[in-house]
């Protein structure tokens, strides 16, 4: 996190411009991502659900359905454990 404010700007040009995605740790365990606009308006409209099929080549039933899903916490109030106010 030190080195990332000595150098935002420059991080910030990297993931704009040159598409990086960079990981912001703090005592080595990962805290934040720098990610291009593009990518963040990704993040918040994914799109539907897909799913996907899956059937062994050996095995004529019918496909498996796989769904594809993700989770979305919202930030740590301050009563919460492990809040850390300097994050």
């Known amino acids: ?7 935002l700007a420059e991080l910030v040009n990297r993931v704009a411009y040159a ?8 005592h080595g365990k ?16 994914p799109g539907p659900v897909r799913t996907v099929g899956f059937t062994p080549a050996a095995d004529p039933s019918p496909p498996t359905t796989l769904p ?3 989770e979305s916490r919202p930030p740590l109030a301050p009563t919460d454990p ?6």
Do not use: C, H, K
């Not at 598409?19 to 703090?26: D, F, Q, S, W």
């Not at 990962?30 to 409209?45: E, G, P």
């Not at 492990?82 to 994050?87: E, I, L, T």
């Open 82 to 87: 492990g809040f850390d106010p300097q994050a």
């Open 19 to 26: 598409g990086e995605r960079i990981e912001l740790t703090r």
């Open 68 to 70: 594809v899903a993700a």
């Open 30 to 45: 990962l805290v934040a991502a720098l990610v291009s606009a593009a990518d963040y308006q990704r993040l918040q409209n």
């Open 1 to 7: 996190m030190t080195q990332a404010r000595a150098e």
